[in-house]
């Protein structure tokens, strides 16, 4: 519907049209994940750092692990996140017992 | 006196109650016991981060400094898992202790003592001050001291089940047995059942249900630490032994009684 109501409302709908296929097909490129168990995209070329920026992540205290590695805050803006990639990303909460 | 104090890897703690943080009604009650009960060192898991919606952690209202942290594996069901969970732990960079736990029933959450003890080698060999919660078994606590444990964390009941001390003999034979400290863990459900292992001598206790899930948690965790101090007093202070092999009718003197008029006797 979106996509109907911005070329019907465009004066160039041939531009229109050329734009939103170019943002499909980046959106097509982006890399596909496992974050936390769900899947996820992102564009290549994302850092660890890039992701949980993009994602909203800014409080301390996180751990990411990456194919079961744990990574050092230090490395998060150099490594590259790559296709099939499995994130997880924890932090410490409540719990002094294990509960069902 | 001299000072008394819990010592476990580099920290003694005065307080000898450790505190649990889950299923409080919320970070601000959870706040009010842990000041209520001037407990100085707390319980934390490792869980995923939510990535949509409210990220925040009810720990994060905290000053965590303020405590020695004591992340638990809970979730984890082998000795792999609960591995992976204490590193993951340690990554935060808040507290090299682990107190491993790893469920081996999923109906009473028992854990697997099996799985406990080989996961206590591994966290050990790669430095950890690791805490196993177990069974309230003489013998495994004993292979758990021996594999390098800092503490063993008997269970006195299945967790959150509150039910008090089911065994008192076994948590009683783990106190005098284990060469190193014994913290009562799990169902403790009254600040009584806490003063009582106290009594016996146990180092400390953890409690998290039974504050957590009364009507009051800042007051009851105030309680409970006032029953641990009190349990500690009384063990220091060394018990009247009960006499039951003497009977139980010699226990005042009987020396030097005027004896009965012989004219009465008969």
Redesign the interface.
Same mark, same amino acid.
């Given at each position: 519907m979106a996509v109907v109501r911005a070329l019907s409302q465009a004066g160039n709908p041939q531009e229109v049209a050329r734009g939103l296929r170019a943002e499909f097909e980046a959106e097509s490129s982006w890399l596909t994940l496992r974050v936390n168990g769900q899947q996820r995209k992102c564009p290549p070329g994302t850092s660890v750092r890039g992701y949980l920026d993009g994602i909203g992540v800014v409080q301390d205290g996180i751990v990411i692990e990456r194919n079961g590695e744990i990574l050092k805050n230090a490395d998060w803006a150099g490594i590259e996140l790559a296709i099939g990639d499995e994130l997880e990303v924890v932090h410490l909460v409540g719990g002094g017992t294990t509960y069902g | 006196m001299a000072e008394d104090k819990l010592r476990l890897g580099a920290v003694g703690l005065t307080c000898r109650l450790i505190?649990?943080?889950?299923?409080?009604p919320s970070?601000e009650v959870?706040a009010a016991a842990l000041a209520a009960s001037g407990t100085e060192m707390i319980? !934390?898991? !490792?869980?995923?981060?939510h990535?949509d919606g409210d990220?925040?952690?009810?720990?994060?209202a905290l000053d965590l400094s303020a405590y020695t942290?004591l992340?638990?594996t809970?979730?984890a069901r082998t000795a792999a898992e609960a591995v992976r969970l204490a590193?993951?732990?340690r990554?935060?960079g808040?507290s090299d202790f682990i107190k491993i736990?790893v !469920?081996g029933d999923?109906e009473t959450?028992l854990p697997d003592p099996i799985a406990t003890l080989e996961a206590t080698r591994e966290l050990v060999a790669e430095g950890f001050t690791v805490m196993p919660y177990c069974s309230d078994d003489v013998a495994l606590c004993l292979r758990l001291a021996e594999a390098g444990a800092t503490a063993v964390m008997p269970g006195a009941a299945p967790?959150?089940s509150t039910l008090g001390v089911l065994n008192p003999f076994n948590i009683r034979a783990i106190i005098n047995r284990s060469p190193v400290p014994t913290i009562v863990d799990?169902g403790l459900g009254s600040p009584g059942d806490a003063a009582r292992v106290m009594e016996w001598g146990a180092a400390g206790v953890? !409690?998290?249900?039974g504050i957590a899930n009364a009507r009051d948690p800042a007051a009851m965790a105030a309680a409970f630490s006032a029953a641990v101090a009190a349990g500690r007093a009384a063990y220091l202070a060394g018990l009247a032994e009960h006499r039951p092999e003497g009977g139980y009718g010699a226990s005042s003197p009987k020396d030097g009684v005027p004896a009965p008029l012989a004219s009465a006797t008969r």
């Open positions: - | 505190h649990g943080a889950a299923r409080f970070p959870l319980t !934390v898991a !490792v869980r995923r981060l990535l990220q925040r952690s009810e720990l994060a942290v992340p638990n809970a979730g590193r993951l732990a990554a935060t808040l736990e !469920v999923e959450l967790i959150g799990a953890l !409690v998290n249900t």
